[in-house]
């Protein structure tokens, strides 16, 4: 995925759950940003981020949209989850696997349907502490009642897996028991029903000065405590 008019800026404050503040060119500025999660370890005060300047939106309140932002290890990192099922996508079509975008069964849609037969969710892992990522980052009703869909369809006999993508290298993965009791729980209880967990790497590099190159790839050996 390619994505231009890059413009770097310094991240200021959050003014509610999706209005921020950021300082670019010298000049204080709100936008909209679409994680509802609480990325406190990445938008820090005076952290360094990376946002896209839009085109032809004449109907949107905000015409610059939050890209990248510069994590502890000094990397910049994808922190837009927007762009998550796009990324998918692309990695699904380089890798010829056959799928389907947002399947209905019973009351849920489910993000893909891979060869027909293998029902998967896409989940954002952007909090990572040292080389282990963790999900969630924000107490949430909404990815328990996905797991709990994932392990009706493994008790019918159907194949269920969840795939994270995380915005960092990792060597280990934990479910957020401290913040979300509930879907580690569950989280677990899919595991034992023979569900899948797989994990992509999300990889950000410049072309030039305003255009990032981003791209998935697969990390292997993760061990899930």
Same mark, same amino acid.
């Given at each position: 995925?390619? =994505?231009?008019?890059?413009?770097? @800026?310094?991240?200021?404050?959050?003014?509610?759950?999706?209005?921020? $503040?950021?300082?670019?060119?010298?000049?204080?500025?709100?936008?909209?940003?679409?994680?509802?999660?609480?990325?406190?370890?990445?938008?820090? !005060?005076?952290?360094?981020?990376?946002?896209? $300047?839009?085109?032809?939106?004449?109907?949107?309140?905000?015409?610059?949209?939050?890209?990248? @932002?510069?994590?502890?290890?000094?990397?910049?990192?994808?922190?837009?989850?927007?762009?998550?099922? $796009?990324?998918?996508?692309?990695?699904?079509?380089?890798?010829?696997?056959?799928?389907?975008?947002?399947?209905?069964?019973?009351?849920?849609?489910?993000?893909?349907?891979?060869?027909?037969?293998?029902?998967?969710?896409?989940?954002?892992?952007?909090?990572?502490?040292?080389?282990?990522?963790?999900?969630?980052?924000?107490?949430?009703?909404?990815?328990?009642?996905?797991? !709990?869909?994932?392990?009706?369809?493994?008790?019918?006999?159907?194949? @269920? !897996?969840?795939?994270?993508?995380?915005?960092?290298?990792?060597?280990?993965?934990?479910?957020?028991?401290?913040?979300?009791?509930?879907?580690? $729980?569950?989280?677990?209880?899919?595991?034992?029903?023979?569900?899948?967990?797989?994990?992509?790497?999300?990889?950000?590099?410049?072309?030039?000065?305003?255009?990032?190159?981003?791209?998935?790839?697969?990390?292997?050996? =993760?061990?899930?405590?």
């Amino acid at each position: 995925m390619i =994505i231009k008019n890059i413009n770097k @800026a310094i991240f200021l404050k959050r003014l509610n759950r999706f209005v921020w $503040k950021w300082l670019l060119n010298w000049k204080e500025i709100l936008f909209h940003i679409w994680d509802t999660g609480r990325l406190w370890e990445l938008l820090k !005060e005076n952290n360094k981020i990376l946002i896209e $300047k839009l085109t032809n939106t004449p109907k949107r309140k905000y015409s610059l949209r939050l890209i990248s @932002a510069l994590n502890p290890n000094w990397n910049f990192v994808l922190v837009n989850s927007l762009l998550h099922s $796009k990324l998918v996508e692309e990695y699904l079509k380089a890798n010829k696997i056959p799928y389907q975008k947002e399947v209905k069964i019973w009351n849920s849609r489910i993000d893909f349907l891979l060869n027909k037969n293998i029902f998967v969710e896409i989940k954002w892992c952007s909090l990572i502490i040292w080389d282990t990522g963790l999900f969630p980052d924000a107490p949430t009703k909404r990815w328990t009642k996905h797991l !709990e869909e994932l392990i009706k369809i493994l008790k019918n006999w159907g194949k @269920a !897996e969840i795939r994270f993508l995380a915005v960092d290298n990792i060597k280990y993965f934990s479910p957020n028991k401290e913040t979300d009791p509930q879907f580690s $729980k569950s989280f677990y209880n899919f595991l034992n029903n023979w569900g899948k967990v797989n994990f992509l790497k999300v990889n950000l590099s410049f072309l030039d000065n305003s255009t990032l190159n981003v791209n998935l790839e697969k990390l292997k050996n =993760i061990k899930i405590l």
